[in-house]
């Protein structure tokens, strides 16, 4: 696999593993019925996070090819994966389209 892959898995990893603090620090910075001073810890502690852990780090690859554009989502596949599969057989459900 190429290095992008890994780092893509290991975005969505750290994700994960922070989803939950990301949440509860992002929403007390945002209610404004607790004292400003609150508030603005809830901002420092988010913006102490790492920032492989923020969700806009994971982008969509191709698992075969690591490919970042042309995805698609179901399948976690680049359009010529998907199509050399699918022809191929290998893709429940998938046929080639005849009219």
């Not at 994960?16 to 929403?27: C, D, F, K």
């Not at 490919?67 to 046929?95: E, P, S, T, Y």
Request: net charge positive; hydrophobic share 40%; charged share 25%.
């Amino acid at each position: 696999m190429r290095s992008n892959v890994f780092r893509d898995i290991n975005a969505r990893r750290a994700v994960a593993y922070s989803e939950l603090e990301r949440t509860v620090w992002r929403y007390v910075s945002r209610n404004t019925a607790l004292e400003p001073q609150i508030r603005m810890q809830a901002q420092m502690a988010l913006n102490k996070m790492p920032r492989e852990a923020a969700p806009s780090a994971i982008k969509n690859r191709c698992v075969i090819t690591g490919r970042g554009r042309g995805i698609f989502n179901k399948w976690r596949m680049c359009r010529f994966q998907f199509r050399l599969h699918a022809l191929n057989g290998d893709l429940a459900g998938v046929d080639k389209a005849s009219w």
